[in-house]
């Protein structure tokens, strides 16, 4: 079994939205017994609250469910579970390698290294219109079917 984590600062924009796309391909690729998928967040601001509501609304107008996800902070813990660690952006990966055990041998990296898209990372929409969370989940499927790939690669 492999398992992915997909981390942003608050867990309830980005990486709730990489959660719920990947789990979706994960779904219809038949690997839901084969691939874990999870995501958190490396600030505890939002603990057990669901996804913001503009990215389950750009999520279900594809497709998406994004309702039964809560937000949880990044542990040193998930590097002993999980496989892929994917941050949205670089100031996540650097919080992460703050609490990466020295011990850890799984894929620590930008969620974009996935994609052949020209952007290295996810931008956070929390702040912005309606444009910036459409924006978001275009990445994140892009960089979702490249992880897949990757993935059943290992399988």
Known sequence: MKKVL???LGN??????AHGVFQS????NGLSEQIHVDSAGTAAYHVGNPPDSRSTETAKKRGYDLTPLRARQAIEEDFYEFDYILA????????LKAIRPSD???HLSLF????????????DPYYGG?????????L?????????EQIKKEL
């Open 112 to 123: 974009l290294d996935f994609t052949s898209m020209s952007e290295a990372e996810v931008p």
């Open 25 to 28: 391909l994960v779904d219809q």
């Open 12 to 17: 309830i924009c980005r990486s709730p939205t």
């Open 6 to 8: 997909f981390v942003c």
């Open 104 to 106: 850890y041998d799984g």
């Open 140 to 148: 994140v499927e892009s960089a979702s079917q490249g992880l897949l």
């Open 88 to 95: 949205m952006d670089s100031s996540n990966l650097i919080n």
């Open 130 to 138: 309606d444009a910036g969370f459409e924006h978001v989940l275009d």
